[in-house]
């Protein structure tokens, strides 16, 4: 199996179709999984919606290197052709991630409602920062994030749950400038949570696609 990076609009039907979440995130970088020529998985990276968030990881200082992992979507039959090859794939990503003489911080959450504790996260050695707190937020209902939605449209009696999320952080950098970044955590590092991850429905086949090279 290799990784190579993919355009945005090749994860689309992985994220629509076959990912839980059914949406299509800020995209920045995406990466396609292949086996024999044929994408099996699809991993992508972006902007979180939140500046709050980009902030509150590192500081000021570094919120521009932040970045989420916000989608991972693996064909079965590619867990079956190679062991462990979430980790596998992820780790390969975040190698790929990296930028000469910068960090990238990369956030990712793993969905405690959907039965997920983050093996992947912890088994590619991302830190354990704590867990969100179950909340509402407006639902548009046209698959766009609470802060993305039209602004002239009165959407506030329309509320959606947001259950909690177990919340991991990586650096993606080496040398003096990783050093620095990591030490600029704002959260506490805590012992990985415990407990078996649950796999959700991705048995929708996606069409083909093959690689040009």
């Known amino acids: 199996m290799d990784i190579r990076f993919i ?3 090749e994860t689309h039907e992985w994220l ?6 059914k949406r299509i995130p800020c995209i920045t970088d995406a ?3 292949y086996h024999k020529g044929v994408l099996v998985g699809v991993c992508t990276f972006g902007i979180p919606a939140s500046r709050q968030l980009c902030v509150g990881v590192c500081g000021e200082e570094y919120a521009d290197s932040v970045r989420e992992l916000n989608r991972l979507c693996i ?3 590619a867990r079956e052709l190679k062991k462990n090859v979430a ?3 992820v780790g390969a990503c975040l190698r790929r991630i990296r930028k000469p003489n910068e960090t990238v ?12 504790i983050g093996k992947v996260y ?8 704590g867990t969100t707190k179950e909340r509402t937020d407006i639902s548009t209902g046209e698959g766009k994030h609470s802060r993305h939605y039209d602004k ?5 009696l329309n509320r959606k749950k947001r259950s909690a999320k177990h919340r991991y952080v990586f650096f993606a950098g080496h040398g003096k400038n990783l050093k620095e970044c990591s030490k600029s955590l704002k959260y506490p590092i805590l012992p990985y949570p415990l407990g078996e991850t649950k796999r959700y429905d991705a048995s929708y086949r996606v069409e083909t696609q093959l690689s040009l090279f």
Do not use: C, R, W
């Open 7 to 9: 355009s945005p609009s």
């Open 16 to 21: 629509l179709m076959k990912h839980y979440a």
């Open 31 to 33: 990466f396609g999984l």
């Open 75 to 77: 064909d079965d039959e």
């Open 87 to 89: 980790s596998y794939f």
């Open 105 to 116: 911080i990369v956030v990712s959450y793993a969905d405690t409602e959907m039965g997920h």
């Open 122 to 129: 912890q088994a590619t050695n991302f830190l354990f920062t």
């Open 152 to 156: 002239t449209i009165d959407y506030s």
